[in-house]
Nanobody, 120 residues
């Protein structure tokens, strides 16, 4: 099984920065996509950014130019650098991996979430 643990959330003033980390542990040989989602109170969970195994990235329009998704040299960690934070970025942020040990048999695992609060 694969487990994901997020860290790096917290309280930050508008205009500030945070860096979220998501570390994967367990046995897996292939990772297809790593992504960050967020869910604000009373709202649906939404995709923030994702990165494919080839390095192609996708961002929701509201964070383009402010957030950057990246990975370490291996496949075990994904980061979300968040700059110029706004109050509307306040949410619980979740990471997710699509992984496999056998080609074509893909699993999806989610982390427990980390709270990001942007407020003065």
């Amino acid at each position: 099984q694969v487990q994901l643990v997020e860290s790096g959330g917290g309280l930050v003033q508008p205009g500030g920065s945070l860096r979220l980390s998501c570390a994967a542990s367990g046995s897996f040989s292939m990772v297809y996509t790593r992504a960050w989602y967020r869910q604000a109170p009373g709202k649906q969970r939404e995709l923030v950014a994702k990165i494919a195994s080839g390095g192609i990235t996708v961002y929701v329009d509201s964070v383009k130019g402010r957030f950057t998704i990246s990975t370490d040299s291996g496949v075990n960690t994904v980061y979300l650098q968040m700059n110029s934070l706004k109050p509307e970025d306040t949410a619980v942020y979740y990471c997710t991996f699509n992984w496999a040990n056998v080609p074509g048999k893909i699993y999806n695992t989610w982390g427990q979430g980390t709270q990001v609060t942007v407020s003065s």
